[in-house]
């Protein structure tokens, strides 16, 4: 099992998300945009529903909620700034992962 999928099994437990047998089926919308960005970080908010396989809206609802955490961190591009670009902050998933283990 890679290290990604290490971090998002841990995250589902921590946050009750139900696990598949591969540990992806079934995860939250949270756990399915973590993976997508987990797999292809520094994506744009639009391309993140998509290779996620959840809602516009419910990947927005998502990304303030994993924002608010820390756990994501939203920028302009520098190329275009009408664009929107998502990077995990990996240290703070970590953190938030081995916090949350310890209660």
Not at 4 to 12: A, E, G, N, Q, Y
Not at 41 to 70: N, W, Y
Request: hydrophobic share 35%; aromatic share 4%; proline share 2%.
């Amino acid at each position: 099992m890679g290290s990604h999928h290490k971090v998002l099994d841990s995250f589902s437990q921590l946050h009750g998300c139900g696990a598949g047998d591969n540990g992806l089926e079934l995860l939250s919308s949270k756990g399915k945009i973590l993976a997508a960005m987990l797999q292809h970080d520094g994506l744009s908010v639009k391309e993140i529903p998509h290779l996620a396989g959840v809602s516009f809206r419910t990947c927005f609802e998502q990304l303030r909620f994993l924002e608010m955490l820390g756990v994501v961190e939203k920028t302009n591009d520098p190329l275009d700034g009408r664009r929107a670009i998502v990077k995990l902050n990996r240290e703070k998933l970590s953190e938030t992962i081995e916090s949350s283990a310890q209660k």
